[in-house]
């Protein structure tokens, strides 16, 4: 297998947020590192790259502090604010591994290796994709919070792989769990690991109503 095409990226570290490809996500960034990674980036082919941090909160993360897998995603909107933070809307690309942090004093910057996933187009995938479909239809009926548009717009979808990742987006997730799937190149396994979460999710709903 090729050996994709090293990037050079400005590095955004989140606070309890994974960013999925396939997904938009608006952020607002206060960090004078972050703002000027940002303007950095929106100056040159917007492309960033989004990494979570292990520790919300610590105020200026290190190497060790930041997930190696993030997703590479490209700046839509960009919005000044009144006191000096921006508003940005982001859309996830594809995911990516920091291979190393490059010496800037000004905010942070990576050297990245985009990852190429893992899309199994087999009967079992199929097969696991509309019983996760299923699942959700159901968790839904019971998860009012969930609009029918997002539910219809999420049925509607065909192709596992972005099914699975703005599935991720939108549940419930723990950042750990969201970040394991961000991790799993395996479309399969990706729709294993929400299909038992799901499935979890209605039994405690269930036995609550019992």
């Keep these: ?9 400005p590095l955004l570290p989140l606070r309890e947020i994974v960013v999925f490809p396939n997904t938009a996500v608006p952020l ?7 703002i000027m990674a940002i303007e950095k980036a929106y100056e040159m082919d917007k492309l960033l790259f989004l990494s979570a941090q292990k520790d919300a909160k610590i105020d200026v993360p290190t190497e060790k502090d930041i997930y190696k897998i993030g997703t ?12 000096g933070t921006l508003k940005i809307l982001v859309e996830g690309l594809n995911r990516g591994r920091i291979v190393r942090f ?7 910057l990576v050297e990245v290796e ?6 199994e187009t087999n009967v079992e995938t199929i097969a696991i ?3 996760c479909k299923e699942a959700f239809e159901e968790y839904a009926h019971y998860n009012k919070k969930l609009g029918h548009d997002i539910v219809n717009n999420l049925l509607s979808l065909e192709d596992p792989s972005e099914f699975s990742d703005r599935l991720s987006a939108i549940l419930g997730l723990k ?3 969201k970040q394991r799937l961000l991790e799993t190149i395996s479309v399969r396994k990706r729709l294993e690991i929400l299909l038992n979460f799901l499935r979890g ?3 405690i709903i269930k036995t609550e109503a019992r």
């Excluded at 297998?1 to 990226?9: D, G, N």
């Excluded at 985009?114 to 899309?119: D, L, S």
């Design 1 to 9: 297998m090729l050996r994709e095409e090293l990037k050079v990226l």
């Design 102 to 108: 490059l010496p800037n004093p000004n905010y942070y």
């Design 129 to 131: 994709l509309k019983l």
């Design 114 to 119: 985009p990852r190429t996933e893992v899309i």
């Design 72 to 83: 590479i995603c490209r700046i839509i909107q960009l919005l000044k604010l009144p006191d």
């Design 175 to 177: 950042l750990e769990q």
């Design 28 to 34: 607002f960034i206060g960090r004078a590192k972050s």
């Design 201 to 203: 999710e209605i039994e």
